[in-house]
């Protein structure tokens, strides 16, 4: 009797954890797809066709990341540059030339928001020759840009000692 007894604990200590581990990843699952989401832009953006189809580069639409503290986020003139006559037929096309005819700039959504304590240079990155997947992920793959890096201050000192950047606080926190 003492061992059947012994086998019943056993076995319900094995589904206890397995039912609490399958809970953690599953809350972990639902954290990953809410906390990495991407904010829905005002128009379909894909990196992906604009990268790897037509050949563009970060630069040509972020045309600050190399010469500024922020990288700026793409006017409307640069998407109109092609637009005024690519792909006019196409819906998410069509709102930038409703945008256009209004002469209101695409009211784009931040992916990254780092707090106002924070002092980030994209300049300083891309000078040191940081490529945007660092930071970004593959974003020339995605076809919504998504948040990857967590960019807490964790993730960003790990980084800093891989690369050999400071790490001191003045660094960042200005």
């Not at 086998?7 to 699952?29: E, P």
């Not at 037509?54 to 922020?70: F, Q, R």
């Not at 819906?91 to 209004?102: A, M, V």
């Amino acid at each position: 009797m003492k061992m059947a007894y012994k086998k019943v604990i056993f076995f319900a200590v094995i589904v206890c954890y397995f039912g609490i581990s399958g809970l953690v990843l599953a809350g972990l699952a639902v954290h990953w797809k809410t906390s990495k989401a991407s904010p829905e832009q005002p128009v379909k953006y894909s990196h992906n066709l604009h990268v790897n189809t037509v050949g563009l580069g970060c630069t040509d639409c972020h045309i600050y990341t190399d010469k500024s503290v922020h990288a700026g986020l793409p006017a409307l003139e640069i998407c109109m540059d092609c637009h005024s006559s690519v792909a006019i037929e196409k819906p998410e096309i069509r709102k930038l030339l409703k945008y256009s005819e209004l002469k209101e700039q695409v009211p784009w959504r931040r992916v990254y928001q780092l707090p106002d304590f924070v002092y980030f240079s994209h300049k300083r990155h891309v000078k040191k020759g940081v490529d945007c997947s660092e930071c970004h992920g593959e974003i020339k793959a995605m076809d919504t840009a998504r948040k990857i890096g967590s960019l807490e201050m964790g993730w960003c000192v790990n980084c800093h000692r891989k690369m050999g950047a400071p790490t001191d606080c003045v660094t960042c926190h200005k």
